[in-house]
Every structure is written in C-alpha cells, then in structure tokens.
C-alpha cells in the first residue's frame, strides 16, 4: 500500500460542469498521440473539467 503525500494533493476538486465538490477524484488513464495520461475526472459527471483547491500556508 503507497501511501500519497498530502502535499501533492490538492485539498479539494470542484467540477466546472455540474459544479461538486470531492475529495477524491476518479483517475482514469486514457490514450492521447499514442501517449498514456492519467487525467482526474468528476466522479458525479465524469468531465475533466476541474478546479483544484491548495491550501496555502500562511506566513506569519
């Protein structure tokens, strides 16, 4: 089991389409110019479409 840095995820995705907001996206690997790319999609609508939130740290 692979444990995921939480500093390489973002903290929530929000869909430009149906406009939800989730955690975790679906992650589905599709085939583009004869290259493999793993695209985040909206688990709801499954459009690519998608707004991703980081949470910044302050500096104080």
Avoid: T
């Amino acid at each position: 089991m692979n444990k995921v840095d939480k500093v390489k995820r973002p903290d929530h995705y929000q869909c430009l389409k149906c406009a939800s907001r989730f955690n975790d996206a679906l992650l589905e690997k599709e085939m583009i110019d004869g290259f493999y790319y793993v695209i985040a999609k909206c688990p709801n609508c499954k459009s690519s479409k998608l707004k991703i939130s980081w949470w910044k740290k302050e500096q104080i």
